[in-house]
């Protein structure tokens, strides 16, 4: 049925174009949101940097500016002379060294791909191919982060594995459930900071989980 000039079908809203096509004339584009938490990509993305940096204002900023304001007292004037200058050296380390751990964990986790979340806590839930050999490739999956299994439970689908440490990195618990049909199974593939005091993992995590869910789909 032909409707008159200016009118607009019922339940469309005028200024907006339909899904999947363009923008309305006159009109704002249809805002990119984020396919899995429906929140616009650009508020994830500022949301992210926040965090980051919001972090390591805590560690390793405080640290530094702390040794900054103690070391600062050589050359500052004894008393409440010096502690102005006492004060901006160790604002300025807390600042510097904010900036230098924050921008190293956001090129670290763009390093590591695409997210599933925000901060070292990471996890996705995926389909996989099921098979005789699905226990197998899940201990392969592992195994090449590098990490060390220490349970690899078939009947429940429960895999569990911690990466290896060094004096830089605690470590992460990555674990891989299993559920649904056995034939069509779906992953849920988490990794944890075996440090519960750990605020910035460099993108570790979401490179764990990123990790194994290529291992197991390929």
């Given at each position: 049925?032909?409707?008159?000039?200016?009118?607009?079908?019922?339940?469309?809203?005028?200024?907006?174009?339909?899904?999947?096509s363009?923008?309305a004339?006159?009109?704002?584009?249809d805002?990119?949101?984020?396919?899995?938490?429906?929140?616009?990509?650009?508020?994830?993305?500022?949301?992210?940097v926040?965090?980051?940096?919001?972090?390591?204002?805590?560690?390793?900023?405080?640290?530094?500016?702390l040794?900054?304001?103690?070391?600062?007292?050589?050359w500052?004037?004894?008393?409440?002379?010096?502690?102005p200058m006492?004060?901006?050296?160790?604002v300025?380390?807390?600042?510097?060294?904010?900036g230098?751990a924050?921008?190293w964990?956001?090129?670290g986790e763009?390093?590591?791909?695409?997210?599933h979340?925000?901060?070292?806590?990471?996890?996705a839930?995926?389909?996989v191919?099921?098979?005789a050999?699905?226990?197998?490739?899940?201990?392969?999956?592992?195994?090449?982060?590098?990490?060390?299994?220490?349970?690899?439970?078939?009947?429940?689908?429960?895999?569990a594995?911690?990466?290896?440490?060094?004096?830089?990195?605690?470590?992460?618990?990555?674990t891989?459930e299993?559920?649904?049909?056995?034939?069509?199974?779906?992953?849920?593939?988490t990794s944890?900071p075996?440090?519960?005091?750990?605020?910035?993992?460099?993108?570790r995590g979401?490179?764990?989980?990123?990790?194994?869910?290529?291992?197991?789909?390929?």
């Amino acid at each position: 049925m032909r409707l008159p000039p200016g009118t607009v079908p019922h339940g469309e809203r005028a200024g907006t174009a339909a899904a999947g096509s363009g923008p309305a004339s006159g009109g704002l584009p249809d805002q990119v949101n984020d396919g899995d938490t429906g929140v616009p990509v650009v508020q994830a993305a500022s949301v992210e940097v926040l965090r980051v940096y919001g972090a390591a204002l805590l560690f390793p900023g405080l640290l530094l500016g702390l040794s900054s304001f103690n070391l600062a007292a050589f050359w500052a004037a004894d008393g409440s002379e010096g502690l102005p200058m006492r004060f901006t050296w160790g604002v300025i380390g807390l600042v510097v060294g904010a900036g230098i751990a924050g921008t190293w964990s956001l090129l670290g986790e763009r390093r590591a791909g695409a997210g599933h979340g925000l901060g070292p806590r990471q996890s996705a839930t995926v389909p996989v191919r099921g098979g005789a050999d699905l226990h197998f490739r899940v201990k392969v999956a592992l195994l090449s982060l590098p990490a060390e299994i220490h349970r690899a439970d078939a009947e429940a689908g429960v895999y569990a594995a911690d990466t290896v440490r060094s004096w830089l990195d605690p470590g992460e618990r990555v674990t891989v459930e299993l559920t649904g049909d056995p034939a069509d199974p779906q992953a849920r593939i988490t990794s944890r900071p075996r440090s519960r005091a750990l605020l910035l993992d460099h993108g570790r995590g979401r490179s764990n989980v990123n990790r194994v869910i290529a291992a197991l789909q390929e």
